[in-house]
């Protein structure tokens, strides 16, 4: 005795008004724009991590001009007038956060 026995497919009943793939397509969009905006805010770490290290102790070139919000040839004007040393190593150019940190301090005028 067996019977035949058919299973029907369960209709789920729709909460929202979509197509459950244009559902899915949405909300893989809205991750996707969301994923995007985290990104874009998320300020840049350092690219080290040197445990200990309160301070970064070199700068590249770029990094001077934004820190002092100036232009390459106004950092090669200060380096050529002795206000800034720069350190190469092979073709790059870097600048020591000692020297950065004087240029940043106020000049005082020696009078005894």
Partial sequence: MKENVQIEKAVTPMLLPFDPDDFWQRV???IREEVTNAEKSRPALPIYETPGLT??????LAEVCKL????KPTIYEWIRRGRLKRYKI????????????QLLQPEQDSKD
């Avoid at 301070?55 to 590249?60: N, S």
């Avoid at 092979?90 to 940190?101: A, G, K, P, T, Y």
């Fill in 28 to 30: 893989r969009l809205i």
């Fill in 55 to 60: 301070y970064k102790p070199l700068f590249k």
């Fill in 68 to 71: 002092f919000q100036v232009t």
């Fill in 90 to 101: 092979e073709s790059r150019v870097f600048f020591l956060w000692n020297d950065i940190q």
